[in-house]
T-cell receptor, first 114, second 111 residues
Framework: KAGVTQTPRYLIKTRGQQVTLSCSPI?????VSWYQQTPGQGLQFLFE???????NKGNFPGRFSGRQFSNSRSEMNVSTLELGDSALYLC?????????????FGPGTRLLVL | GQNIDQPTEMTATEGAIVQINCTYQ??????LFWYQQHAGEAPTFLSY????GLEEKGRFSSFLSRSKGYSYLLLKELQMKDSASYLC????????????FGSGTRLSIRP
């Protein structure tokens, strides 16, 4: 079974631009969560989607948004990029929703904002 | 509030045993995950403890004490490939809860 895939793997943007990241979960997994990972802050939860609905949200500004499609694929959008948004963005999928479910992570998208 | 603490860095010798501690204070608790993350790679699942006690899985074991808000990951017969970051994560008490990750412990193995 193929693992979680994320595209693109690397991205360079400038301040003020917007970016869309994509995540394809493991086949059959219906929950997708997004995390931001930086050296100083560790893994920070962004949001979780299940059956095309946002079920949970972390403490990030409204510039960060996401959505999930009927095939469980998910996209994350960041508008008006800031230098501090430079990070590794990880997507994780699980079979069902809920924090008790084991999550399987994708390789991440490394975003650099100049 | 919610807080997860683990050491930032640890060093150990190949063939030895190392214990990585994690303490947590969360508003709700259901279980605790350990993930391994090699540099430049995604985290991979190691263990999930719900009940108190030790769970062994090959060279890796994980311990949980719910009353003390404490867990540890024990790695035996260390190998060079065990050099990685180890992330402790707490899951909430309901399906609506999030998973909260600690900042991770970077483990370096020396020959």
């Amino acid at each position: 079974k193929a693992g979680v895939t994320q595209t693109p793997r690397y991205l360079i943007k400038t301040r003020g631009q917007q970016v869309t990241l994509s995540c394809s979960p493991i086949s059959g997994h219906r929950s997708v969560s997004w995390y931001q990972q930086t050296p100083g802050q560790g893994l920070q939860f962004l949001f979780e989607y299940f059956s095309e609905t946002q079920r949970n949200k972390g403490n990030f500004p409204g510039r960060f948004s996401g959505r999930q499609f009927s095939n469980s694929r998910s996209e994350m959008n960041v508008s008006t990029l800031e230098l501090g948004d430079s990070a590794l963005y990880l997507c994780a999928s699980s079979l069902d929703r809920g924090s008790q479910e084991t999550q399987y992570f994708g390789p991440g998208t490394r975003l650099l904002v100049l | 509030g919610q807080n997860i603490d683990q050491p930032t860095e640890m060093t150990a010798t190949e063939g030895a045993i190392v214990q990585i501690n994690c303490t947590y204070q969360t508003s709700g608790f259901n279980g605790l995950f350990w993930y391994q993350q090699h540099a430049g790679e995604a985290p991979t699942f190691l263990s999930y403890n719900v009940l108190d006690g030790l769970e062994e899985k090959g060279r890796f074991s994980s311990f949980l004490s719910r009353s003390k808000g404490y867990s540890y990951l024990l790695l035996k017969e260390l190998q060079m490939k065990d050099s990685a970051s180890y992330l402790c994560a707490v899951s909430g008490y309901s399906s609506a809860s999030k998973i909260i990750f600690g900042s991770g412990t970077r483990l370096s193995i020396r020959p």
